[in-house]
């Protein structure tokens, strides 16, 4: 009969054995824990760095505050309430480098758009599009530098196909209800609308035409 010593020396190899592969085992899987963790949190973090680099390339994107030295006092009222509501991505940005102007063009001619912007007038040529391109503003706001236009100068149009020159080519004066300055033209042109006389007190009784050619 075999003694009891070699016997307990066989349970204790065992039991070590035992432990050593669930230490083994422990260790292994706190190892991959710990590994997908840092990956995880490496992955996240590197989604976090992007986004916040998405957002700062969006900010540097957003025009520059306007000047607003010109402006009417309700008008820039009117255009820093706007700021706290969101707003459609823009067709495009207009700049006309002569007076400083650089804004966005929503689309349409609603009160908010032309207080936070100016405005493609509908059933005119997308800007940057064949055609005439009615752009809208008001005269104490975004447009009121218009009164410093003079044949020749330049306005820049953006658009996601990229950008374009225009050159002034007239300016007059119209009824507002001589909408023909919107009709199609040949080639392709910006019309920009805004009312006058530019320091009218109420409703201006005209309005005041910017014809640029590309």
């Known amino acids: 009969m075999p003694s009891a010593q070699p016997i307990d020396r066989v ?3 065992r039991l070590r054995v035992l432990v050593e592969r669930a230490a083994w085992t422990f260790g292994f899987v706190c190892l991959v824990t710990y590994g997908a963790l840092y ?10 760095l992007e986004r916040f680099a998405l957002l700062q390339a969006a ?4 025009p520059p505050a306007p000047d607003l030295s010109l402006w009417g006092p309700g008008r820039i009222t009117a255009w820093r309430q706007t700021l706290s509501e969101p707003a459609p991505p823009p067709l495009a940005v207009l700049r006309i480098p002569k007076i400083r102007l650089e804004v966005p063009v929503l689309r349409g001619t ?8 100016v405005g493609h007038i509908d059933d005119t ?7 005439n391109s009615g752009i809208a503003g008001h005269r104490d706001g975004f447009f009121r530098g218009l009164k410093d236009i003079a044949p020749d100068d330049a306005i820049e149009l953006e658009t996601l196909r990229g950008k374009e ?3 002034v080519e007239r300016i007059w004066v119209v009824d507002p209800e001589d909408v023909s300055v919107l009709d199609a033209t040949p080639t392709r042109s ?13 409703p201006a009784p005209q309005r005041y035409i910017v014809r640029a050619v590309q």
Request: glycine letters at 12%; charged letters at 25%.
């Open 190 to 202: 910006l019309t920009l609308v805004t009312c006058y006389p530019f320091y009218h007190i109420g």
């Open 165 to 167: 020159i225009y050159r």
């Open 59 to 62: 900010a540097l994107e957003q």
């Open 125 to 131: 040529a997308l800007p940057g599009g064949d055609g």
């Open 11 to 13: 349970r204790q190899r």
């Open 39 to 48: 990956v995880d949190g490496a992955v996240g973090a590197r989604h976090e």
């Open 110 to 117: 609603d009160d908010f758009t032309l207080n936070r912007a």
